[in-house]
C-alpha cells in the first residue's frame, strides 16, 4: 500500500527555520513528481512547492519564493521541504503529495507546522 508520512513539523518562532520530510513507500519513487501543499485554517488547499521526478525542475508559490527549497533523494524515498525566514502566515497544515500522470495522485496525512512567538 501507498504510504506518504511527513515529519519534521511542529512550533518554531518567527524567523526561524523548520525542515519537513517525507518519506514514501509502495510506489516507484522515481516515477513521480512530489509537490508539497499546506492548508491554514479557513483557507484552501494551496500548492506550496514541487519538483518533478528527476530533480531537475521546481516550482514554488510566490510566497515562498526565496524562503523555502523543495528537494528530493530518490535514492532515500524521500523529498523535504526546507523553509527559512518563518512567518506565522504559514501557519498550517502540510501535505505531501506524489503525482504520476493526470490521474494518480496520493497524500500524506499532513503535519502541522505553527509559527509563533
Known amino acids: 500500500q501507498v504510504q506518504l508520512v511527513e515529519s519534521g513539523g511542529g512550533l518554531v518562532q518567527p524567523g526561524g527555520s523548520l525542515r519537513l520530510s517525507c518519506a514514501a513507500s509502495?510506489?516507484?519513487?522515481?516515477?513521480?513528481?512530489m509537490s508539497w501543499y499546506r492548508q491554514a485554517p479557513g483557507k484552501e488547499r494551496e500548492l506550496v512547492a514541487g519538483i518533478s521526478s528527476g530533480g531537475g525542475s521546481t516550482n514554488y508559490a510566490d510566497s515562498m519564493k526565496g524562503r523555502f527549497t523543495i528537494s528530493r533523494d530518490n535514492a532515500k524515498n524521500t523529498v523535504y521541504l526546507q523553509m527559512n525566514s518563518l512567518k506565522p502566515e504559514d501557519t498550517a497544515v502540510y501535505y505531501c503529495?506524489?503525482?504520476?500522470?493526470?490521474?494518480?495522485?496520493?497524500w500524506g496525512k499532513g503535519i502541522l507546522v505553527t509559527v509563533s512567538s
Open positions: 503529495n506524489a503525482k504520476r500522470g493526470s490521474f494518480i495522485d496520493f
Open positions: 509502495g510506489l516507484s519513487f522515481s516515477m513521480y513528481a
